[in-house]
């Protein structure tokens, strides 16, 4: 495996095992690595490159974060990948007691959100499907969000699964934390990013299901 040339800036952001870097002299681009070098890194080394082509083979015009270079950086194993536009949806790293109003800003960002947005992010959705490459719904920041560009996919990997966006778009873990602090706007500001989903043709699941029941609950107890 070659050694990454590319110098690295600051810290954006951390993970689970992973770490991501701001590419010297490339602002369109980040570096994204593991810890530490493990006994395995041949197979996930072999994995990413599996993955690299899945992604490069996606339908022009869907917005996933491509793999542009994989390696090694400081002994871990490394990925030159595109920087996504905008933020993640939420942050799951944030205190619960300082995300209320970020979060409650959030909602009603996305809930004024254009229709033809939510349309691409699940048409992009299903074509990562059929590229064999999955997300991960409990994780919210593998989603970013742009006004003007929509919703990008990042921190992809391989697999089958095919599930609705409704979690990661309206994070149900930290709406069940805020419930009694969020208005009754908050609530239905998440039901209408609910409502655009179900409009895009967003998968009818049980996390789908499970997040609207929620959510006109939490409404009825706000009368």
């Known amino acids: 495996m070659k050694k990454l040339a590319y110098e690295i800036g600051i810290k954006l952001n951390k993970g689970a095992g992973k770490e991501c870097y701001k ?12 810890f530490k070098v493990g006994p395995n890194i041949k197979k996930q080394y072999l994995e990413l490159v599996d993955l690299k ?17 994989i390696g090694i ?16 949806l939420h942050n799951r790293f944030k205190p619960v007691n300082e995300a209320r109003e970020e979060y409650s800003q959030r909602l009603l960002d996305l809930s004024i959100a254009e229709q033809s947005l939510f349309d691409k992010l699940v048409s992009d959705n299903k074509a990562l499907h059929e590229a064999g490459i999955q997300t991960d719904p409990s994780k919210p920041d ?20 095919f599930g609705s966006l409704a979690a990661p778009l309206i994070f ?15 609530v239905k500001n998440a039901l209408i990013i609910i409502s655009k989903l179900e409009a895009a043709g967003d998968q009818q699941d049980y996390l789908f299901k499970s997040n609207k029941k929620m959510l006109t609950e939490a409404l009825e107890d706000k009368v």
């Open 23 to 34: 590419v010297t002299g490339c602002p369109d681009l980040v570096l994204l690595k593991s």
């Open 53 to 69: 082509k899945r992604i490069s083979s996606l339908p022009e015009g869907v917005q996933a974060a491509r793999i542009l270079d």
């Open 73 to 88: 950086k400081d002994d871990c194993l490394a990925m030159i990948m595109d920087r996504a536009k905008g933020k993640p």
């Open 142 to 161: 593998n989603i970013f969000y742009q006004k003007d560009y929509g919703f990008t996919h990042i921190d992809l990997n391989t697999g089958d699964y």
């Open 172 to 186: 149900p873990g930290l709406f069940s934390h805020l419930k009694k602090e969020l208005t009754k706007q908050d």
